[in-house]
């Protein structure tokens, strides 16, 4: 099975396997990788509003450079200035906008850090976060861990592990899997509501 490297912008597979409901199952790998190049290439000559950007893309704009557009935006890689017009963030910019997870419920676990009961799932879904983000193996580990300590989570105890290091290298397998974040994300919530 072949991967490719811009995600289906409806179920967001990566392989040409798509999820059973998604609106671009059958649709040729080359036009959904096409409409992210399109809109990428485009925003890449400077900011413009939405009707310029569609005006100006390569090719005609249909409901897959929509879609690609409105996926490129909920992954924060395009950002809308004050004027209105959309603007591809830098790769720096991009990295040092999602450092920190925002999304809800995983912008919560991140700001409260988890409690005894959740630390798995809280753990798993920040590696898969960092992942899906796009960021090395590296990078995931050093912001995890250091999470775990900033967090206070390392200090609430509840670890078989010896040290923060192990525990986000326990988990390794998320990382290389590329599993999603939500459903992990939600159950560590639910348990972090309930203790507080």
Request: proline fraction near 5%; hydrophobic fraction near 35%; charge should be negative.
């Amino acid at each position: 099975m072949a991967q490719f490297q811009y995600p289906c912008p409806d179920c967001r597979t990566t392989t040409s396997l798509h999820a059973p409901d998604c609106r671009f199952d059958g649709t040729a790998w080359t036009d959904i990788e096409a409409a992210y190049i399109h809109v990428l290439s485009t925003l890449a000559e400077g900011a413009k509003r939405e009707g310029k950007l569609r005006e100006e893309s390569p090719g005609r704009w249909d409901r897959l450079h929509s879609a690609a557009l409105s996926r490129l935006r909920h992954e924060q890689r395009i950002q809308e200035t004050p004027g209105g017009a959309l603007e591809l963030l830098s790769p720096a910019e991009f990295k040092e906008q999602i450092a920190v997870p925002s999304q809800e419920p995983l912008g919560r676990i991140y700001e409260e850090g988890s409690v005894p009961g959740c630390h798995d799932h809280a753990v798993f879904a920040l590696i898969a976060y960092y992942e899906m983000v796009g960021f090395s193996w590296e990078e995931t580990r050093e912001r995890v861990t250091d999470w775990l300590r900033e967090s206070g989570t390392w200090d609430r105890g509840g670890f078989e592990e010896g040290a923060p290091e192990e525990v986000v290298d326990n988990k390794r397998h998320v990382y290389a899997r590329g599993y999603g974040w939500r459903q992990a994300a939600e159950e560590a919530a639910a348990v972090i509501e309930r203790r507080n």
